[in-house]
């Protein structure tokens, strides 16, 4: 760790200000009396990070672009060869940025040729044979092999977790856990799916995204005990809550019986947010909050006038009391958080945030049950429906009048 990542970390844990870092790092550039190379930026959410990430955004979205448009012109093995050249000018540029002293923009440029690998992957298995047209032609259709047709995309996914393991054994850059939380939260579910030939949807497909969402969330706290340097869990962390806001999508659209535990699981978010030191948790717990009081209104108390001043009389009470225990108890939030210098401590640790997982294993039997259930009532009302066009269709055809004989 270098004296400008020493600094951040310290701002980052409360030992230093933004206002102290940013002395010292002048300090430094008046001892250099300007012998020294220029020094980027610190890494925060300022506008050199911004650009950083505008930047990597357009050369992704050009190069897409360019291979959408000239995939057929340029062949597999042309496209292989376009991205193994640019992904080593990336890795070029990364040399080149780390020696000139500029570590977030060294970071961008190696997930630049790590953002090649897929595309690599995906032209080199076509231009070795081991992908075939016919192969593709087969796999389009709704019942294919399972083995044989996920071999691409599997292989496609792992290479790319490969290529940002050992890029972050190499650039101690956190965006780099990016496409590796991505393929934690989709493979699994994306396996499960093809392996049951679309047969998964409802219930059973929510408890499985449950099921994820809270082994990335292991994964993630795991991360946030052992690494201090930086923030490399903030992607699993988002990972895990967009899975658990799809699973439970999935539970509660399709089980109207569960909506009610909607309200108390939300308020644990919350909770686990502040322990947790996690704003993505607390997004998605009050996005559960507002998703309960929503089916409220427009199901429960559909029909009940008062509902509305009833909330807005709940959320004042609600604010008076948070007034009334900051007031009170000043150290209650400092104390669920523990000490910003060190990792978070969740009560229970990784058993806990794993119950959800277990929860869900339990109850995906009883999914399948109900995914049976609403698949039969579908087809029983497809039927009732077809049967009283038919006999729409056959009344009118005999109330119309006969041709009159000549």
Known sequence: MNEIELLDTGVEKGIISAEQRDAL????????????????????????????GLGALVVLFAFGWFLVDRWRVLGDAGVFGLTAAYGA????????????????????????AVAMVPLAVRALLRWSGVWTPELALACSQP????TACQGEPLAIELATVLAALLALRRVPFAPLTIPIAVVCALLPEHLISEWQQGQSNGVAQGWRWVVV????????????????????????????????????????????????YLAPVALLMVVASVYLRRRTVLALGVIGIFAYLAWLANDVFKLTLAFPLVLAM????????????????????????GDPSRPPSFPGGVLAILAPAALGLLLLQDGH??????????????????????????STVLKQPLPARR
Request: hydrophobic letters at 50%.
């Open 25 to 52: 790092l002048a300090l430094r550039g008046t001892t250099d009396a300007g012998s020294a190379a220029p020094h980027e930026v610190a890494r925060a959410f300022n506008g050199v990070t911004i650009a950083y």
């Open 143 to 146: 019942l294919h092999p399972f």
């Open 314 to 337: 709940l959320g004042v009470a609600i604010i008076i009391v948070t007034v009334w225990l900051q007031r009170r108890f000043p150290g209650v939030v400092r104390r669920l958080s």
């Open 213 to 260: 969402a809270s082994l990335i969330a292991a994964l993630a706290y795991a991360i946030d005990r052992r690494r201090r340097d930086d923030d490399y869990a903030v992607w699993f962390w988002l990972a895990a809550c967009v899975a658990a806001f799809i699973g439970a999508l999935n539970v509660l659209t399709n089980d109207a019986s569960l909506r009610h």
């Open 369 to 394: 049950r109900i995914d049976r259930e609403h698949r039969a009532d579908q087809r029983s009302r497809s039927h009732a429906q077809a049967s009283r066009m038919r006999v729409q269709r056959d």
């Open 89 to 112: 000018l990336f890795l070029g540029v990364s040399l080149v940025l780390k020696r000139e002293g500029f570590p977030t923009a060294q970071g961008v440029a190696t997930l630049l």
